[in-house]
Nanobody, 116 residues
Framework: QVQLVESGGGLVQPGGSLRLSCAAS????????LRWYRQAPGKERELVAT????????TYADSVKGRFTISRDNTKNTVYLQMNSLKPEDTAVYIC?????????WGQGTQVTVSS
């Protein structure tokens, strides 16, 4: 079965860094489009970053451009989100996503809190 399991969230001070992981099973990330979304209290879920079937094909929300990097490790079948220079407004539950055979698959999410 298809599963996405996020990890790596936590509490970090403004300006700090975190690396989120999304471990995939039931499909191969190297041939898939993977996305990171986030959802903060009182806000709609928003798309943060996307990586295409080519590692060079990445897109980012304007709010995180230059600070976040999405990548994958095909050996580990895992997608990552490296988050640098974190701001309080980055506080949210971060969720990984893929679409396979017309079905959407979501991880359980991992909490990121940026606070001094």
């Amino acid at each position: 079965q298809v599963q996405l399991v996020e990890s790596g969230g936590g509490l970090v001070q403004p300006g700090g860094s975190l690396r989120l992981s999304c471990a995939a099973s039931g499909f191969v990330v190297s041939s898939s489009i993977l996305r990171w979304y986030r959802q903060a209290p009182g806000k709609e879920r928003e798309l943060v970053a996307t990586i295409g079937v080519s590692d060079s094909s990445t897109t980012y929300a304007d709010s995180v451009k230059g600070r976040f990097t999405i990548s994958r490790d095909n050996t580990k079948n895992t997608v990552y989100l490296q988050m640098n220079s974190l701001k309080p407004e980055d506080t949210a539950v971060y969720i990984c996503h893929t679409r396979l055979r017309l079905s959407n698959y979501w991880g359980q999410g991992t909490q990121v809190t940026v606070s001094s």
